[in-house]
């Protein structure tokens, strides 16, 4: 392909410019720039691309740079188990206009994927990753008693980790990130079981979809095995799994990332 035929990823496009991906998601969303559809996922041409660079701006929210210094803020913050500090951070970020998925994504992913590294380097104790789980989540209730975006509820997202994940922070964050798009989020919490989550869904009035929350260190049999239950119980509501895993059912959606999780709600919520 030439350079101005060739086609890029949304990742290789925002990477390209400089931006987020939620930032170059929400310009094909408002039309403008031009994207196609190809397997579900959106792609754009450099022409379009190059196009776009030269006449938007960069946006004043996602991908500026002061998020990532509020990230390491809080991320200083975290490490000292200073939740009045880390708050005040977020709440920094939200006056000078950040939205809630530009904190989330911008100011607290970056930060407890740090502590995260940090952790997984023998450089922080258990205690200290788990103080700095904590808090966030006491972050997120803080988050989610603020005034909500207004309109029609979209439907319901029912939220869960599969048996024997005890990971609950992401599932919290995901749950914050869908209430923003104006969706109810349930969120069952970690060490779901399946039965439960069933139940659960079967419950829900307005279901859009069955959102699973999982880590890296999950086991892949309990993966495959939670979500064929589920896809046999409740075989027309949409599943979307967090990574990706071999093995599981065509119509099951596997999302990378917090971004495409919300991108695949979008197209189902119409």
Known sequence: MTGASELLSLNEAAERLGLHYMTVYKYVRSGKLTATKDGGSWQVSTADLDSLSQTAPAPSGRGNWALGKKSGLLLQALLAGDQPGSWSVVQGAFDVGASVEDVICEVIVPAMRSIGDEWAHGRLQVFEEHRASSIVSAVLGRIQGLPQRRGRKRGSVLIACPPSETHGLPAAICAELIRSRGFVPFNL?????????????????QLRALVLSTVSSTPESVIVDVVNQVHSSLPHTPVLVGGIWPGLPEEVISVNGFPSMLEQLEQLGG
């Not at 919490?189 to 009035?205: M, N």
Request: net charge negative.
């Open 189 to 205: 919490g970690a060490d779901s079981p399946v039965d439960t989550i069933i139940r659960a869904a079967e419950s829900t009035d």
